[in-house]
């Protein structure tokens, strides 16, 4: 049978394994499993959340409030926005298939980081656009400019914290940079790490109320997946220009987000301690990673993230490692898909994060 050509080139997105699948394939107890590979919450999500959706079980039956009000108005209230500045996805991931599906063709170009979210070119292979990179490891926003320039692609990905090597731009820089670019452009900020990011550096903060008061071309990305601990529940939001969010909306299938998870979300973004709690945790436990890195001579990225990418030198190998960890229960992930010899380690518990060093310090 012939597919659609747009498919061939498609490469599927890889998830982090799921403890389930190491049960199986090594015969390891759940409770010796520890995943260290989707930058999830170690501490879960907060139990005010846990209580509200264990009530709202009983709505089940019914179709979800699809104009998501709820859930909307809490958000906006959080970042000062009006509701029709405002799109909900099943995860951000939904809401880059929008606007990817919304602005770009086969005739497209997009332009992102070379290394970046995996996610942002399965979507723009969907649509037949060409990808452009960077070379830089890191985001530098002067190549950036160059190559808009000389490619006048149709969309920028920036994210910021990138995912996965955990460095973020200074939003000074991110601002000029916005500004010379043209109206036309769609640029996509994803902030999924924004919540970490912020509490590491205020010139970091990207306030997306200011992102979008100041350009009308500029899209941003935030989700419940990470600081929050709801992952499971698949809830991301864009924040735009109201004429942008209008064109999103067209492509929206009807009760995107379940009763469930729009409750679960509405509950955890006024739970700000939670996060709080959670945000300082990550970085007191990063520094345990920082001085494992500098023992063990590992070069070890600068992260205002909840993970680590911990580069190996010559004789260490990322894909050996990663299965090796396996074998003895621990999930991370190795980043030789990205031509990275690293691998990225999601900062876990206390407990969790001493596991990694035992095991790895015995394997390197
Ligand atoms: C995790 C992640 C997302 C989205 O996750 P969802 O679970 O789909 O909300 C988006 N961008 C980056 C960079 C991420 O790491």
Redesign the pocket.
């Known amino acids: 049978m012939k597919f659609n050509a747009t498919l061939e080139n498609i490469i599927t997105y890889e998830a982090g394994k799921p403890i389930e699948l190491v049960v199986r394939e090594f015969g390891i107890e759940p409770k010796d499993i520890v995943k260290l590979a989707s ?1 999830e919450n170690p501490f879960g999500c907060s139990s005010k959340v846990k209580e509200a959706v264990v009530n709202i079980v009983s709505k089940m039956a019914l179709y979800p409030d699809d104009s998501m009000f709820k859930l909307k108005d809490a958000l906006g209230q959080r970042y000062k926005v009006q509701t029709d500045n405002l799109i909900i996805g099943s ?4 809401v ?1 298939e929008f606007a990817i599906h919304a602005k770009a063709s086969s005739k497209s170009k997009i332009l992102m980081n070379s290394i970046t ?1 995996a ?1 942002y070119e399965i979507y723009a292979k969907h649509v037949g656009a060409e990808v452009i990179r960077t070379a830089s490891q890191e985001h530098d926003l002067d190549e950036f400019y160059a190559l808009y320039l000389r490619e006048k692609p149709e969309m920028i990905f920036l ?1 910021t914290p ?2 996965p090597t955990g460095d973020a731009i200074d939003s000074k820089k991110l601002f000029d940079f916005l500004s010379k670019i043209d109206s036309d452009t769609l640029v996509v900020v ?1 902030g ?2 924004m919540e970490y990011a912020i509490a590491k550096d205020e010139n970091k903060k990207v306030d997306p109320k200011e992102l979008i008061e100041k350009f009308d071309n500029v899209l941003y ?1 935030g ?4 600081a929050y601990g709801l ?1 499971g529940m ?3 939001y864009g924040i735009s220009n109201s004429k942008i969010i209008k064109e999103l909306y067209k492509l929206r299938p009807p009760f995107n987000i379940t009763t469930l998870s729009l409750e679960a979300a509405t509950v955890a973004i006024n739970d700000e301690e939670f996060v709080k709690k959670s945000v300082i945790s990550n970085f007191e436990q990063m520094k345990r990673y920082e001085e494992f890195a500098n023992i063990q001579k590992i070069d070890i990225i600068e992260s205002y993230t909840n993970f680590v990418t911990l580069c190996l030198s010559g004789t260490q190998n990322s894909t050996k490692l990663s299965n090796e960890l396996l074998k003895k229960g621990m999930i991370v992930r190795d980043l030789s898909s990205y031509g990275m010899n690293a691998i990225r380690v999601t900062v876990g518990t206390a407990e969790q994060n001493s596991r990694f060093f035992e095991l790895t310090k015995e394997l390197i």
Do not use: E, H, P, W
Not at 91 to 94: T, V
Not at 223 to 226: A, L, N, Y
């Open positions: 930058n995860g951000s991931d939904q880059i979210f996610m994210c990138n995912n994803d999924a790490y990305l989700t419940f997946s990470k992952g698949r809830v991301g």
